[in-house]
């Protein structure tokens, strides 16, 4: 699976983000969806994940309530919808792909399989 994430940028805080991830590759309905980010002199740090149906989400406590997960099989891509950004959102946000065999839901960047390049956020106060 090849993933490319796209739709970072500069936003004033409060304002919004969509981050788009497109994949191709293998079987895209058979992979969990993930999104992580890393902020400078930060360890990488688990955002948000979708099971393969789309059915399901689980989010960090930082992000529950402004940040969404969706995908679209159809489309073979899946989203981060952000709102209500802060200064502290401010990362490299990557999206990540990991089997349906493996147990669901996972917050480890060790479990996922395939990564995709990084797009930065910025978020200004």
């Known amino acids: 699976v090849q993933l490319q994430a796209s739709g970072g940028g500069l936003v004033q805080a409060g304002g919004s983000l969509r981050l788009s991830c497109a994949t191709s590759?293998?079987?895209?309905?058979?992979?969990?969806m993930g999104w992580f980010r890393q902020a400078p002199g930060k360890e990488r740090e688990f955002v948000a994940t979708i099971t393969w149906s789309g059915g399901t989400t689980d989010y960090a406590d930082s992000v529950k309530g402004r940040f969404t997960i969706s995908r679209d099989n159809a489309k073979n891509t899946f989203y981060l919808q952000m709102n209500s950004l802060k200064p502290e959102d401010t990362a490299v946000y990557y999206c990540?792909?990991?089997?349906?065999?493996?147990?669901?839901?996972?917050?480890?960047?060790?479990?996922?399989?395939?990564w995709g390049q990084g797009t930065l956020v910025t978020v200004s106060s």
């Open positions: 590759g293998r079987t895209f309905s058979r992979y969990n």
């Open positions: 990540a792909a990991f089997s349906f065999r493996t147990t669901w839901p996972t917050r480890r960047a060790d479990d996922y399989d395939y």
